[in-house]
């Protein structure tokens, strides 16, 4: 297949990388090259960092890749330094082949050369053959072929391999990162290579050009030769005389010398075309050895002075070295001395604190770290929508340790907080910031003190701080309060003690109490109960706390040593497993019961000797517990018409099997539960609610789940995928509801279905009474984070967070107004109408099909993948009614500006139809304002003043007057022509207060420039100061400047700016000059008069 018929048509490529893998679309006639580039632009990787694998061997750069349908190779990442290594290490042995190459080139040169003189010795001995008497005994016809392709080919592969080695190194400089030490030397070598490189060419044009000058002189000596020859024995007019013997011997001789004589002239005339072939050959020749010597001296040149800037930047790297070693030295003794500094103080602090602790052990000690009786200082929130408590914290702190004013409490929204919840965690409050007040200028009491002054108090503390956190955590006796802790200047989030605390002010509210080394960021967390027990080397029996019917016991010698534990239970509700198997009744409906999901924490994950765990698990209810006695046929129950859901799971139906069926599942490190043979578990009584689990390897969790006796291992943990998954999933419905007096009011809820009814009579108490839109229910995960995006004619009419995270004990709803987006559109509908979509991310199943030209339809299916992205849970329809439609306003004329283009502007017009009264149409005569224009102006205004009327006529003059006309005198004219002469001088006076303020502005403006001016000016810029001398600046007023302003132009134009506003109306454009010319500013005061005369 050519290259051709390649373009344009592609293929997919499977690349396996260390992570993931990869499919990449090239063309058919793609190489390695086209590849590494189509991965660059996908992944980001360079090219000189990859590597292409194929059956174990790394493809070459440009190497072509194998034409297979299904093409698959592994990516190798090589880090930036391997690259630079191998690099340099081939620039090295590359260098070593190229001088090694380039003195073998040059010898065999020589050697050419030496040819050319021995083959230039045989041509003077042809010479001196033809010299003698019997030409045909000196030699066979002359010949050039000692010119052959020998010395071609050579020059030809020397150059060739030397310009091939000189692009590769150039390429590889222009790609690699010389700003180290280590690579400054292969930029050293470099430089020298190229230098020598550069010395050979030269010897070399120079044997080339002597060789030549040898080989031209012998070839001229040849064809002069040639030419004597042939004039000298007439040999021409000879060949041309016609035979007339009639001998037959002489007519044989003849015959012969004419055909010698024809080759002679055969060979005189190729003589004579390669002479002039190789004449021009040698002049060209030499113009291009003067080039290239003259080429190969600039580039020597150019080597040896890159060779220099090389050597200047080796030694400056060593300089920077030397002085980073310095550097490094200096820090490593500031970093020991403050190593020493902090060990003196933890000394001194420990010392003070084993002072502190022998005294508590005094009743007064006591009373005096107890956080009770410290100060405390209550923090409240302005926008605590999530949860709403009555305040933030209360902090207690040791007196004299912080005031109210040193803290700031603001609260953090949880999506910008980087919380991350585990799979049983549950947020109950909202999550705060306690940091330092910004610090004040003030010098008293009251002033705040500094961040980081702050935070030492703290952290120095005799006793950590006692911060008491609101939380809405309900009832439950499987779950613990903590409280993480994200303390400042960090990004990870801690679990610190807490406790329950009740104080005398706050009595109704729930509060647990931390005692941090500092300030941060809180929150407030339910999470599974941890036990923790410990095991001696006799061995015991332990009971956990959450379900005292699951106990651990051991033998004695089990554990060679005290081994401390943990253990976690999570509790699995009948009511779950009932509401599972409605939900999913092709997955659990052989699921018949559960015990808890338990989990250990020991040091190591296997033991010496078994363990044995005694986990519950309810009985299967649907067994009789006791024989069935025969019942006549007509007292036997009828069959309930109620669904199967209906009842209880201690019903019992004859289609449910009487036997069952116990499997033990422990959760691989992927996160799925499958069944396990490595712990064994019998029954510890007849009921067969207590099971003990016997094993020797400790699973980080383990599950029993009883099932119909059919039920397969595989069907098995199925279920139990299903359930686990469940059981991490809340229930939730979204409901949306408008206000009843404004219906562009709205909020959206998120409600968990059991506190459905609660939250509905809530929202109800808050004013949103119109029609409930209800979505059915759905799964979200605790923290997963909703977004709301809207579709129609309806959108929020304000800037909202549509992003929130849900959380089952906090409000996950958002206040918003919503608007229409175009008024006109839907007009079969009396109201507007718009959808609120709600969307999580979450793993999506997608068709893989083959990558080809053909229709999505007709395309083949190659299987499925998961993939992240965008679920939508719900959709739910919004309206908003229509307002009344508005009656036709009147038509509003548009309204006319003046633009004012000197004394006459609209101030003045108005004033001037105050002050005319009926005379006003004779004046409009007078301004040549038409008459239709006159009685249309009178139309529109019947009834009306004349002020009115005689303002849109000189309106309509002034908009009418051409710009060249004087208007002001046209005006004049008219109003002395009607007899109004105060009004022309009100006029007058108008045009002169005109001409007075615009000379004013252009003064100003002419300074402003001229300050420029001078600001810009060599001269005036050094001696700005004599000129604020000679304009009376004030001493202090240019140290004020020069204080004030560092640049030389701007304490210039500040100076002239003080002076001009100290003069007042003296200063001016000519006061300036005078100025300049005093100083003999000849150049700068030129400048000033040009500007002043234009």
């Known amino acids: ?182 690579q400054l030397s292969v930029l050293q070598q470099t430089a020298n290579h190229i230098s020598s490189h550069m010395k050979h060419n030269e010897d070399f044009l120079s044997k080339m050009s002597k060789a030549l000058e040898i080989t031209m002189n012998s070839l001229s000596k040849l064809n002069k030769r040639i030419i004597n020859k042939i004039e000298e024995e007439h040999l021409q007019t000879w060949l041309s005389t016609p035979i007339t013997s009639q001998d037959a011997s002489e007519q044989s001789k003849s015959r012969d010398l004419m055909a010698k004589a024809a080759e002679l002239r055969e060979a005189v005339a190729a003589s004579e075309l390669q002479f002039a072939a190789v004449t021009k050959l040698c002049a060209e020749m030499e113009v291009n050895t003067a080039e290239a010597q003259q080429m190969a001296v600039n580039a020597r040149i150019a080597a040896e002075e890159a060779a220099r800037k090389v050597e200047e930047a080796e030694k400056a790297a060593r300089e920077k070295a030397r002085v980073e070693e310095e550097k490094r030295q200096k820090a490593k003794e500031l970093e020991k001395r403050q190593q020493e500094e902090e060990r ?118 005799e006793e950590p701080l006692s911060v008491l956190l609101p939380h809405c955590a309900p009832r439950n006796t499987s779950k613990e309060i903590i409280v993480l802790w994200k303390p400042l200047h960090s990004l990870t989030w801690q679990a610190i003690d807490a406790k329950d605390c009740n104080i005398e002010s706050v009595k109704d509210a729930k509060l647990v109490e931390c005692r941090p080394t500092g300030l941060g960021v809180f929150a407030v967390v339910h999470r599974l109960k941890t036990d923790k027990f410990a095991f001696t080397k006799k061995g015991g029996k332990v009971f956990s706390t959450v379900d ?89 129950p009828k069959s309930s018409s109620r669904p199967a859901s209906a009842f209880g799971l201690g019903s019992y139906s004859k289609e449910e099997e009487e036997g069952d069926n116990l499997h033990l599942l422990a959760l691989t490190n992927n996160g799925y539960w499958i069944v396990t043979d490595e712990m064994e578990f019998t029954p510890q009584n007849k009921k067969g609610d207590l099971i003990s689990v016997n094993t020797t390897v400790i699973p980080n969790k383990y599950w029993l789940l009883r099932t119909k006796a059919s039920t397969s291992s595989t069907k098995a943990e199925l279920i139990a995928n299903t359930l686990y998954d469940y059981l991490h999933k809340r229930v939730v419905q979204f409901i949306i509801k408008q206000k009843g007096d404004d219906p562009t009011d709205i909020v959206l809820v998120c409600t968990p279905t059991l506190k459905f009814d609660r939250t509905v009579r809530r929202l109800e108490d808050e004013g949103y009474s119109e029609a409930m839109k209800l979505s059915p229910e759905v799964f979200v995960r605790e923290g997963q984070k909703i977004e709301i995006k809207f579709r129609g004619n309806l959108q929020p009419d304000e800037d909202v967070d549509l992003v929130l995270p849900y959380n089952s004990h906090l409000k996950t709803q958002v206040n918003m107004y919503i608007a229409e987006i175009d008024k006109y559109a839907q007009k079969s509908f009396s109201s507007y109408r718009g959808f609120a979509q709600f969307y999580v991310e979450g793993l999506v199943t997608r068709e893989i099909y083959e990558d080809n030209d053909k229709k999505r339809g007709d395309r083949k299916s190659l299987g499925t993948e998961e993939v992240w992205d965008t679920i939508m849970l719900s959709e739910l329809l919004i309206s908003l009614p229509k307002p009344e439609p508005e009656a036709p306003k009147p038509l509003k004329k548009a309204k006319i500006n003046l633009v004012s283009e000197g004394p006459i502007d609209d101030n003045l017009l108005k004033q001037l139809s105050g002050d005319l009264g009926d005379e006003w149409k004779m004046l409009a005569t007078h301004l040549n304002v038409k008459k239709t224009r006159i009685q249309s102006i009178m139309r529109n205004h019947v009834n009306c003043e004349n002020e009115p009327a005689i303002y849109e006529m000189l309106l309509t003059w002034v908009k009418r007057v051409p710009r060249s006309l004087d208007k002001v005198k046209v005006l004049c004219d008219a109003l002395r022509a009607v007899g109004r002469l105060d009004l022309v001088e009100d006029v007058r006076d108008k045009e002169y207060d005109y001409k007075e303020l615009r000379a004013e502005q252009l003064k100003e403006n002419l300074l402003k420039v001229i300050f420029v001016k001078i600001a810009q000016h060599p001269a005036g810029l050094t001696r700005y100061g004599e000129i604020a001398a000679v304009l009376k600046v004030s001493d202090e007023e240019l140290r004020n400047i020069e204080n004030e302003y560092s640049n030389g132009r701007e304490r210039c134009i500040k100076m002239l700016e003080s002076w001009r506003n100290e003069a007042g109306e003296s200063a001016s454009p000519n006061t300036l000059l005078r100025a300049v010319k005093y100083l003999r500013l000849t150049d700068l005061a030129g400048e000033i008069r040009r500007m002043i005369t234009y």
């Open 548 to 636: 005292g019917r699951l106990c651990v016991q051991c033998r004695p010698g089990a554990f060679r040593v005290n081994t401390p534990f943990s253990m976690q239970i999570q509790p699995v509700e009948l009511a779950s497993v009932s509401d599972v198997k409605v939900r999913f009744p092709d997955e659990c409906s052989d699921l018949i019961s559960s015990s808890p999901i338990v989990s250990l924490q020991f040091p190591s994950s296997k033991l010496n000797r078994p363990i044995s765990i005694i986990t519950p698990i309810p009985a299967n209810s649907a067994k009789p517990k006791r024989p069935v006695t025969a019942v006549p046929e007509k007292e036997k």
């Open 1 to 182: 297949m050519d290259t051709g018929s390649k373009e344009g048509q592609t293929r997919m490529i499977h690349v396996q990388t260390e992570t993931k893998n990869l499919d990449i679309s090239v063309d058919l006639a793609c190489n390695v090259q086209g590849l590494k580039e189509s991965i660059e632009e996908v992944e980001g990787i360079p090219v000189q960092q990859q590597g292409i694998i194929l059956n174990g061997k790394e493809l070459n750069h440009g190497e072509d890749l194998p034409q297979q349908d299904e093409l698959t190779l592994q990516l190798v990442v090589k880090s930036e330094s391997n690259v630079k290594e191998s690099a340099a290490e081939a620039a090295e042995e590359e260098y070593t082949e190229a001088d090694f190459e380039d003195s073998t080139s040059l010898d065999k040169v020589d050697s050419a050369n030496q040819d050319l003189k021995e083959k230039d010795n045989e041509t003077a001995s042809v010479n001196t053959g033809l010299d003698s008497p019997n030409p045909q005994k000196a030699g066979s016809p002359i010949s050039v072929a000692f010119l052959d392709d020998g010395v071609d080919s050579l020059i030809s592969d020397h150059y060739q391999t030397l310009t091939d080695m000189l692009s590769k190194r150039e390429e590889e400089l222009a790609s690699g990162h010389f700003k180290s030490y280590t």
């Open 344 to 461: 003196i103080r933890l000394e001194k602090e420990a010392k003070r604190k084993a002072e502190m602790a022998e005294l508590k052990g005094t009743p007064e000690e006591q009373e005096r770290i107890n956080p009770a009786n410290w100060p405390t200082y209550t923090y409240r929130l302005q926008n605590a929508n999530d949860f709403d408590a009555s305040y933030s914290c209360i902090i207690r702190a040791l007196p004299g340790v912080l005031a109210q004013d040193d803290v700031t409490v603001t609260k953090v929204y949880q999506l910008e907080s980087k919380l991350q919840l585990e799979n049983n965690d549950e947020l109950i409050s909202n999550i705060i910031q306690l940091k330092p007040s910004l610090s004040s200028d003030g010098d008293g009491d009251d002033a705040s003190i500094s961040s980081r002054s702050l935070e030492n108090i703290v952290a120095s503390s």
